[in-house]
């Protein structure tokens, strides 16, 4: 069975409206922080300055991201 537009829309503003959405915000963006600190620890053979700036972008733009 498919959601209908004002299902989603409720969905989502309950979402919201419980604190869901921010706890969940704030659970990627730890999890962003510890990836960024595997990033910087690993090993030189692979880490160059345009694949650590990718990852480091790409782990950004997902956690703050608006749909």
């Given amino acids: 069975e498919k959601l209908t537009k ?5 969905f989502r503003k309950v979402i919201i409206d419980t ?10 963006g730890k999890l962003v ?4 600190k595997a990033v910087e620890k ?3 053979s692979w ?5 650590k700036k990718f990852l ?6 997902i956690v ?3 749909k």
Avoid at 23 to 28: E, F, L
Avoid at 56 to 61: S, T, V
């Fill in 6 to 10: 004002k299902q989603a829309k409720e």
């Fill in 19 to 28: 604190g869901s959405l921010d706890c969940s915000r704030k659970t990627a």
């Fill in 33 to 36: 922080n510890q990836a960024k």
């Fill in 42 to 44: 690993a090993p030189t």
């Fill in 47 to 51: 880490k160059n300055k345009e694949s």
């Fill in 56 to 61: 480091m972008n790409i782990a950004d733009y």
């Fill in 64 to 66: 703050n991201r608006e």
